[in-house]
Every structure is written in C-alpha cells, then in structure tokens.
C-alpha cells in the first residue's frame, strides 16, 4: 500500500496557487506547521511536494543530488536571461561549467577582492557624507553592483551602472510576474512581458558582450573573474565560448549584486531596530578597526560582524525557496516521489522553525556562534543552498557583506523613517516590498 503524504484542501481547479500567491512566506509557514514535514500540494494537475525538514532537504541536495533537477519553470524563465549558465544549466553540460568556473571562485582568489570591496564602500560613504535621507536598498543595490561589476571586469562601470541597474530591475519583476502566472505563455508571442524581457536582456548585452568581445581579442590576463572564465580548460583543451562566458558573466552580476544587496538592507533595517546589537556592533568596529578602514586581515576578527550577516541571511534568506525536479521515482521517508514530481524546499519557513531556531522570530545574532551554531542538523540553515549545486560565490558574499557593513557602519548609524511599513517580498528573491527611507546619522 503506497502511503500518502498530507493534503493542503485547495480549490478543484487552481489547487493551492491561490493560496500561495497571496504570501508565500506566510503560506509555507503556515503549512510546515499545520501538515507536517512532508506535505502534498497541488497547482492545476501539478503534484508538489513540500519538504520542511533538514533530513529530506538533505537528502534531495546531498544524497540523491543526480536523481533531481532545477525546477522547469525557473530554468525556462530564468533561462530567457541568464541563458545556460550555473543557475539555470543541468547534467553534465552544468559539471562542466562549475568546473571551469570554480577557480574564480578559489578561497585565495576571492580573498583578493576585499580591496576592492572596501575602497567602493568607503566612497560610498563619503558620498554620504551631508545626506540627512536615502533609500538605503537603492543605495545598497548600487554598491554591489559596483562591486561585482569591479571584481568580474576590471572595470569601473560607474557611468553604466544605471543601464545595468534599470536592465536587472526590468529582468527580476518579468521574470517574478511570469514565474508566478497561471498561464505560461511562449516566448515567441509578442506580449508586455516578453518584451519586457527582451528588453532588459539587450541592454546588459549590450554592455557586457563588447566587453567579452574585447577580451577576446587582447588576450589579456587582468586576473579578474572574466579572464579566469575566458582561459579556463577542461581535460580536452576546450574552453568556454563567448556565450558561455556571458552566460556566467550576467549569472555572477544578477546574484551577485541583488542578494548581497537585500542582505545588507536588511542588516541596517535589523540593527535600527535593535539598538543593543547595534551598540555590539559599533563596539567591535571600534575595538578592532581603530578608526581604520577593514582589510581582509581583519576579517577573523570581526566575528560579531560576521553574526549579523549570518542572524539577517537566516530571518531573511537571499533565496526565500527553490524548487527541483524528480528524475526518477524516489523514496522519501515513508513516501514515494514519482518521477517528474516538483519538491519545494520552502528556506524561509525551515529558517524560522522553532525546532531548529529558538525564538525564530526574533534578531538574535549569537546563535550562530560556534557552539550554538554546531547543534543545528544539516541544511536546517541553508541560505545558499546546499550539496553540489551549492551557491558557487557564498564565500564571495559573505565576505563583502561583512566588509561592506563594517566600512559603512564605522561611520554612520542608520534609523528607519518612521511611518514606513516595511514589508518582505518574496519575488525570485527576498527584497522589501517598497523603498526604504532611512536617516543618516554621523558616528
């Protein structure tokens, strides 16, 4: 007798969509606690499976990684922009390419940035300097794309930044909008949307390609992320051809930039909203920087620093959930998962899951100390994923987003305007819902 997991009552024809696209967040909170670990839902006649325990996800990332892909819908659509690259690319043609852009990513490679990382930070807070207000996600939005645009290219692309800006923004809202529709229409057809989509992905072509292009041609190791993709070689001798390179190139610019971003956003909105963390923290910059800019020497101790960045990535996971794809029948727990079936991995939900997180709720930054950081099971906390398809730059950004914080918050604190609701988003990624406004105040 094959058994069935628990059923989410839904509409006859919608299924649960309804439900779920009303707020995602609070929907896969709500169903982890009400039905379990391992839940049926339903979207039209598309069996999915909830899976909100540590020891499932573990073992569809880790252990039976082969026997599932990316769900189809976001490589469809995510493919539209980011073509084949690490994200969105499969099977052998994705070992491939993480293995020809792993070295761009090696420990001593990435520790080479942390100039860089610091020197754009610290002109972003002089430019600060004389401001009473910004909109801090904006801000935020454009020094980790100026960061990451720096590190990939070798180029200040400053002057551009806004062309690369608005062409992300456009990606991200078309790409949510289409991901989240009842139809899914082809690409061919001449609607709003995909010609919103077409739109933005001409415009970071048109940046990134003449500068693929001009590598190309000079030959030129400038050590940055690009050459290390452009001279990559597999055991053939064969290298990445130049849409491959821009397929990882506007990969590496997309997460790069949009989930460091919202992580430090909601780091600032956080400390203004718990003044004893924030005291800790100016305390540690004081004690370990002296009033010096951070260097990559300071990053051992920096440990508070590096709490926050870990409490914020656990209350508001870059990733809020991902999906994959049975390839095969597979036996979860009790259950069988039938071939083709989509598994939801709801990140957010298991983040707050009070039997991993005490408190789940509330902004506590020593959890992720050490000893207490050692009890959780594996995958419970898993802001970059986990297992082979791990996220190939989480030393890169948790490295920035410690740096970036510790330059900016040695200078200035940070008060959230009042009157603003402020409100997560649970898009392709976990952004506020609105701008945010916030009072600048010299340290």
Known sequence: MTLHPPRVPGHPILGNLTSYRKNPL????????????????????????????????????????DKFHKSPVYRIFLGRALGEGLLTSDGDFWRRQRKLAQP?????????????????ADATASRWEGLETLLINKEMAQLTLEVVCRTLFSTDIRAQA??????????????????????????????????????????????IMPLIQERRRSGEDTGDLLSILMLAQDEDGHGMSDKQVRDEAVTIVLAGHETTANA???????LAQHPEAEAKLHAELDAVLGGELPTLAHLRDLSYTDLIIKETLRLYPPIPEFARQALQDVQLGEYV?????????????????????????AFRPERF?????????????????????????????????V?????????????????????????LTLRPKDDLTVRLHAR
């Open 264 to 270: 430090l956003t909601w780091a600032w909105v956080l």
């Open 403 to 427: 740096l970036l914080l510790a330059t900016l918050a040695q200078r200035y604190r940070l008060s959230v305007e009042p009157g603003q609701t402020i409100t997560p988003e649970a898009t």
């Open 369 to 401: 100390a050490k000893d207490a950081g050692e009890a959780l099971p594996k995958l419970a906390y898993l802001p970059f994923g986990g297992g082979p398809r791990v996220c190939i730059g989480n030393s890169f950004a948790q490295m920035e987003a």
């Open 162 to 207: 806004d062309r690369i800006g608005f062409a992300l923004a456009e990606l991200l809202e078309a790409i949510t909008e289409a991901t989240s529709g009842a139809v899914f229409l082809p690409e061919w057809l001449p609607t709003r949307l995909n010609r919103r989509i077409r739109r933005g992905v001409a415009e970071l072509d048109s940046v």
């Open 104 to 120: 761009a990513f090696h420990h001593g490679r990435i520790q080479s940035y942390a100039q860089t990382m610091v020197d754009y």
């Open 26 to 65: 609070t929907f896969g909170r709500h169903v982890a606690a009400r039905y379990g670990d391992v839940v049926d839902l339903r979207v039209f006649n598309r069996r999915i499976f909830f899976l909100a325990h540590p020891e499932f996800v573990h073992q569809v990332l880790v252990r039976d990684a």
């Open 337 to 361: 998962l039938p071939k083709g079936t989509i598994v939801l991995v709801p990140v957010f939900a298991m983040h707050h899951d009070p039997r991993w997180f005490g408190e789940p709720d």
